[in-house]
C-alpha cells in the first residue's frame, strides 16, 4: 500500500443546503485499500459519497484528495485523480461498450474528445483487465446489468484515477456477478494500486473485501475500523437497530428470531446436517429445541438463533452427564425427534444415545 494518503476527510458533515445528514466523517485512504460505508437504508452513504465525490458542497469540515483540498479544484482537475460510479442506471445512444469505455479518456483529451494512440492503448487494457473485451461491439444498451457494470468500471480504469468512489457498486447484480465485480475490483486495488471507497448493503461482501469499514448511524459516523474490529461484539445488531433475529459476524449471516413457544420437535444435528431441519421447522412455525452441539460446531449458531432451546457441550469435550441429562429431558417433552445423522464420534456418543432413546419411546422421526 502507499504510504501517504490519497483521499481524506477530517470533521466532513455531508448534506444539502445548511441540513446536515451526516456528521463527524473522519477518515485517511491509501493507494491499495478499500474503504466500505454500511449503515441501515437512509442512513446518509449515498450523501456522504456524493460529497466526497464533491458532487455536493460539504456542510462542514474538509475533504482533501492528496494534498489539496478537493472544494479548492477545478472540475477537470478532479477527473484526472477521482472517477465516480453512482447507482443510476447509465443511459446512452447507440455507444458500443468500447465507446463508453473511451468516455473515460475524456479529461485528458482536448475538447474534440479524440483519444491519441496511446489513449487507445489505455481503453483496450481496462477493458481487457475488467473483462469486457469481447462486448467491445456491443450496443452498451443491450447488454446485461452485471455486464454493464464491469463495463462502466472499465470507463472508471481507463479514466486512470487515484481515487475509485462507487454507490452500491453491486446493485442489480445476481450473486455470481456481485462476487465478480468485487473480486475484480480488488485485483485492480492490489495491482493499480488506486484507493477505493464505496457503500455496500451486503454485510457479508463488506466483511470480506473490505480493509476497512466506516459506520454511518443516526446521523453520524459512529465508527471505523478493520473487518475484525467492525463484526465482533454484537456491534452490527446495534448499528441497524435489529428489533429482532441476531447477525453472526463469523459466518457473515443474518438469522431471524426464533419461533416462540414450548418445543414440539428435539433436533439431533451437528456438523452441519441441522441447519437445513431447523430452517424448515422455523419456515413452518414449529418451536424446537436443538442438541447436543459442541459449541464450535457449524450447527451452533443457526441453532442458538432459531431454536427456542440449544442444549450444548464444550467444544472438544466429551459430552458431559449434565448436558445429556438436561437434552433427555428436553427430548422427552417433546412430541417428535428427528435425528439428522447416523453417525457419532466418540466424544459424541450421548448424541447416539438420544437417538436409541428416542426410537424405544417412538418419538424418532426420519424428517
Known amino acids: 500500500m502507499n504510504g501517504e494518503s490519497v483521499l481524506s476527510a477530517r470533521a466532513l458533515s455531508a448534506g444539502y443546503g445548511r441540513s446536515v445528514i451526516v456528521s463527524g466523517v473522519s477518515f485517511e485512504i491509501r493507494g491499495g485499500e478499500i474503504l466500505t460505508l454500511i449503515g441501515a437504508n437512509g442512513a446518509g452513504k449515498s450523501t456522504v459519497l456524493r460529497t466526497i465525490a464533491a458532487q455536493l458542497p460539504a456542510v462542514s469540515g474538509s475533504v ?8 479548492a479544484l477545478s472540475e477537470p482537475e478532479i477527473a484526472r485523480q477521482m ?10 445512444e447507440r455507444m458500443t461498450c468500447e465507446e463508453v469505455v473511451e468516455t473515460g479518456r475524456y479529461p485528458y483529451t482536448g475538447r474534440l474528445g479524440i483519444l491519441s494512440k496511446e489513449d487507445h492503448r489505455i481503453v483496450e487494457e481496462a477493458m481487457a483487465l475488467a473483462g469486457v473485451t469481447a462486448l467491445r461491439e456491443q450496443d452498451f444498451r443491450r447488454i446485461s446489468d452485471g455486464q454493464r457494470q464491469c463495463v462502466m468500471l472499465a470507463r472508471a480504469i481507463a479514466q486512470e484515477p487515484a481515487v475509485l468512489v462507487l454507490d452500491e457498486p453491486t446493485s442489480f447484480l445476481d450473486i455470481r456477478h456481485k462476487l465478480r465485480l468485487l473480486t475484480l475490483l480488488r485485483a485492480l ?3 493499480k494500486q488506486i484507493a477505493v471507497v464505496q457503500s455496500l448493503h451486503e454485510l457479508d461482501l463488506a466483511q470480506r473485501f473490505s480493509d476497512r469499514i466506516l459506520c454511518i448511524r443516526s446521523g453520524t459516523a459512529e465508527r471505523i475500523g478493520t473487518p475484525e474490529e467492525i463484526f465482533d461484539g ?12 441476531s ?48 459449541k464450535n460446531d457449524i450447527d451452533y449458531p443457526a441453532a442458538a438463533a432459531l431454536a427456542g432451546s440449544v442444549i450444548a457441550a464444550e467444544a472438544f469435550e466429551p459430552i458431559g452427564e449434565a ?37 424405544a419411546a417412538g418419538l424418532l422421526s426420519e424428517t
Open 234 to 245: 454484537g456491534y452490527i445488531e446495534r448499528l441497524y437497530d435489529l428489533p429482532a433475529g
Open 64 to 71: 482533501f484528495l492528496g494534498q489539496s483540498r478537493l472544494a
Open 189 to 191: 486495488v492490489r495491482e
Open 247 to 294: 447477525y453472526h459476524a463469523l459466518y457473515g449471516v443474518a438469522e431471524p428470531e426464533p419461533v416462540r413457544g414450548r418445543p414440539e420437535v428435539f433436533v439431533i444435528g451437528g456438523g452441519g446436517s441441522g441447519i437445513p431441519v431447523y430452517r424448515r421447522l422455523w419456515r413452518q412455525g414449529i418451536p424446537f429445541a436443538a442438541g447436543i452441539l459442541p
Open 83 to 92: 472517477s465516480v460510479l453512482l447507482t443510476e442506471r447509465i443511459r446512452t
Open 323 to 359: 448436558a445429556l441429562r438436561q437434552a433427555r429431558e428436553t427430548m422427552h417433552t417433546c412430541r417428535r425427534v428427528i435425528c439428522c445423522r447416523e453417525h457419532f464420534g466418540t466424544i459424541e456418543q450421548a448424541n447416539a444415545l438420544l437417538r436409541e432413546e428416542a426410537a
